[in-house]
């Protein structure tokens, strides 16, 4: 913590009033989402929703970010361990959370104010946002709807200065008709800012401190108030309820979709293809119906991942073939096939040049070039080597009930269908395992390894059986 003060101590004295704040207003619960979590740890594609918008900050180099929270506040806090918080209790109106932020109270430069549910917010328009602040004490975010609706009105004077909002409910009936709405987003010179914040009153209908009458206040003191309409007003959508949340959901699945069609990926059905902001995708990638990529997965060249895949957190090299399988934590080299309902995970690396088939698990397992598992095979814990082939039905016992053990299958090596090894055991480089045999001891280069029961005939038996 005292390396961090100490670099934001450097970042201050360098940047100085060209320094960029920001306030995010977190904390409440969300009534209308029918949860018991906070509103802003709801999902939308692979992250919470206000991961968007911390994200988006960072990308318009944001200094110093506050985190308003009161519901929850410590199952946002332990998610989000890069960002500064205050606490808001009790939640007294957006003024009134602003008023929490005494760590800002001296900082220079601009303070931007941003609601926590608005994850579609672009980096672009927060860059605009700050720019147009340059020579003003607040800019706001607006937008023009042919129905206001709950919204704050946005009131202007006859030179199209800002001088007031009014929140719905304190509208009278000629305000009401005004179709420029407050977006609920604020970029404020830090110093008028934290400077009039006693100045807010609750005479109004929810006896709240409410942020948007700093309008007014600056206005009052002959300081500019600018109004930014923004261009796409789906970006400051609001989510207050599942309904809306799916909707933020589909604007950004649709979004990242027609960025990757645009880069030359072909998504065969962009309304059944979920893609993550993280994921990079190269060349010549086809993306079959019902695909999921999220994370931080890397997709290469030349790839096709056909229905039915979920790949999270994973790197797929260049020339590889994705069929109907589940892959979170692992790596695929170039020329691999997996599938189809193949399942890798945990820390799985897979070389080049294999193939993973039908029904087979690996975990925390490193499998060497050109090597084979066919079908129906469970791999935990395990280290294979190049060119090795393993049958139908081999499990790798790794657990004894109490600790997990590594399983060493070096290069070359067969084992046969339905073979059992009881780790920690080593198979040595050429070594067989003969079908159905449950191996407890290391087996020696090139030898071959056999353990199973003598097969005994019970002469006449079956039909003995039969007509019983």
């Not at 506050?66 to 890069?82: M, P, R």
């Not at 293809?273 to 019902?290: C, E, F, L, S």
Request: net charge negative.
């Amino acid at each position: 913590m005292n390396g961090y003060k100490i670099l934001l101590e450097y970042v201050i004295r360098e940047i100085g009033d060209e320094m960029r704040n920001a306030i995010i207003l977190a904390a409440g619960k969300g009534t209308r989402m029918k949860s018991s979590q906070s509103k802003v740890m709801h999902t939308i594609i692979d992250r919470p929703m206000l991961a968007y918008i911390i994200d988006a900050l960072k990308a318009v180099d944001v200094q110093r970010i506050v985190v308003v929270v009161g519901y929850q506040a410590e199952s946002i806090q332990s998610v989000f361990t890069d960002v500064e918080y205050a606490l808001q209790q009790p939640q007294l109106g957006t003024g009134h959370a602003v008023m929490q932020c005494t760590q800002l109270k001296d900082a220079p430069g601009d303070t931007l104010v941003i609601n926590g549910d608005g994850p579609c917010i672009q980096p672009e328009t927060l860059e605009a946002l700050f720019q147009a602040n340059q020579s003003a004490s607040l800019t706001l975010l607006t937008a023009k709807l042919e129905d206001g609706k709950s919204y704050g009105r946005i009131v202007r004077d006859e030179n199209g200065n800002v001088t007031a909002i009014v929140e719905a409910k304190d509208c009278t009936p000629e305000q009401r008709e005004i179709n420029e709405i407050n977006a609920g987003m604020y970029c404020f010179n830090n110093k008028d800012l934290f400077d009039n914040l006693d100045k807010l009153q609750t005479n109004n209908a929810q006896n709240e401190y409410y942020l948007t009458d700093m309008v007014s206040i600056l206005a009052g003191q002959g300081k500019r108030v600018n109004g930014m309409v923004i261009e796409n007003r789906d970006e400051v959508m609001g989510i207050n309820d599942c309904l809306e949340l799916h909707t933020a959901y589909e604007w950004m699945k649709k979004k990242i979709n027609t960025h990757w069609m645009k880069e030359g990926v072909q998504i065969v059905d962009p309304n059944r293809t979920v893609i993550g902001k993280d994921v990079t995708i190269g060349h010549d990638v086809i993306i079959h119906p019902n695909v999921e990529l999220l994370s931080k997965t890397r997709i290469g060249n030349h790839v096709e991942i056909l229905p039915g895949s979920y790949i999270k957190d994973s790197v797929i090299e260049d020339d590889v073939r994705i069929e109907s399988s589940e892959i979170t934590d692992a790596h695929v080299g170039s020329g691999t096939t997996v599938g189809p309902m193949a399942h890798l995970r945990n820390h799985t690396n897979v070389g080049c040049n294999c193939r993973i088939g039908n029904f087979v698990e690996f975990k925390n397992t490193n499998f060497g070039d050109g090597s084979k598992c066919a079908h129906l095979t469970y791999i935990g814990d395990c280290d294979v080597g190049k060119n090795v082939n393993i049958g139908c039905g081999v499990v790798t016992v790794n657990y004894d009930g109490k600790e997990k053990h590594r399983t060493v299958i070096k290069d070359g090596a067969f084992i046969g269908s339905n073979v059992n090894l009881i780790a920690p055991v080593t198979i040595g480089a050429n070594a067989l395992l003969a079908a159905g045999s449950t191996i407890t001891d290391d087996v020696e280069d090139g030898d071959m390894g056999i353990a199973r029961s003598h097969q005994s005939i019970k002469h006449g038996f079956g039909d003995l059986y039969k007509n019983k």
